[in-house]
Structure formats: structure tokens, C-alpha cells
């Protein structure tokens, strides 16, 4: 999976901690571990030791499904984890790089705090970036070296617009260029568009309709129902 970079989104990983999941003792037998596993619909837990230390998470394909004799301090755990003062792009990161459905989070002491869980981190993203504020859609390719973010909040606030969220994602083919994606807090954008292509920006996409509004918030529910079935 990869995540784009959002505009204006401040919150550490103490703040994204889930407070109803527990981690698993080192042990506890690893039927338990799958049993937490599918209450809280991760694929990945925190284990610490009878001491309270942290150890690691364990991943649900490394659990011996034939051997019921196992206890989780005995499996092969992996020792990642972010402190809890790490901004919410260094949880995101953590969870890309590892290929994680949640993460632990341990103070400065290395003693462990809680967790955070993929679901957590998308639902706050998804807050932080007014997915469900009403507002159009504008897509602008730019290139690397003209993207100046003064100038774009120029032009959206000179058609009396504010920008709500905004994202630029560097395209994977060499070609130097980033796909900058607007959120605007009105939904007619037809002379901001006219203005764009007058500064000499060119538009991928735009999207201005209630009809999309409504398809983009149900897709976002979709997406948390679907990580919380």
C-alpha cells in the first residue's frame, strides 16, 4: 500500500492510541492470540513480557496453527514499534514500510503505552482531510520544480475559496512531475478552473457535483465499515 503526503494535519501517536485493546502476555497460548486477533480485526499485536516490558508484535502468519502447545513469547515476534511522541506521517510510515494492520507505542523508556491500528490512522487522515466536508475536487499536474504552494493559495483565495486539504503525490515514471490534489470548500469551481488555466496549470481532473460529494463520504464509510467488519 502507499499514502500520499496531506496538507496541514498535526497529531501524534499518543493521540491515535486505541485504548480497547490489550496486548497479549508472553504466556498467553496462542489460541488467544488468534482470538484477539479476530475481535479487533487486526492481523498484528503487541506482546509484552510478565515485567510489562514490550517484546513485540506478534503476526498472525507466523502463529503454528498446529501447535496448540505454544505460547506467544515463544514465537517469532518483530521488534517495531513507534514512541509516543511520533507525528501521525511517521505511524503511516511505520505501518507502509512493515506491512501492518497496527502498530505499538512505547514512551521514550521503551516501556510499553498502547497501540495504534491501521483503521485509527485512516480515520483521522480521512478527518484531517475533509472527506466529508462539501467541496470540489480539482487535480493539477505540476512539476517538480514550478510547485509553489504560496501560488496556488493565491489563485483558490482569490476566487473567494478556501483550500481544505490538499495532497501532492511525485508520479512513479522519472518524469519529474507531482499530481497535486485540491480539496475546495465550494463545489462550483468553474472560474477557479478558468484561472488555473490561466496561470498556466494544467488540470487532470476536476470534480464540483453534490453527486460526487455523496459518492466520495459513502466510499469513505465503506472503507471504515470494511476495516472495522
Known sequence: MSFPFFFVVSMTSHQLLHHNIPPLQETDPHSKALAQMQRFHVQHLPVIAQDQQYMGMLDECTIPYLDQSATVGKLPLLRIFVFDTAHVYEVLKCIQVHQLSAVAVLNHQEEYVGIITLSSVLSYMAVAN??????????????????VLSEI??????????????????????SHLLDVTLKINRTDLDML????ERYGYEIRATYQTNEYQDSAVEHYHSLMNYLNI
Open 153 to 174: 493559495a493565491r489563485i483558490v483565495e482569490a476566487n473567494d475559496a478556501k483550500i481544505l486539504s490538499l495532497f501532492a503525490i511525485p508520479r512513479n515514471d522519472n
Open 130 to 147: 475533509s472527506v466529508q466536508e462539501i467541496g470540489g475536487i480539482i487535480s493539477l499536474e505540476i512539476g517538480e520544480y514550478d510547485y
Open 193 to 196: 478552473i478558468t484561472d488555473f
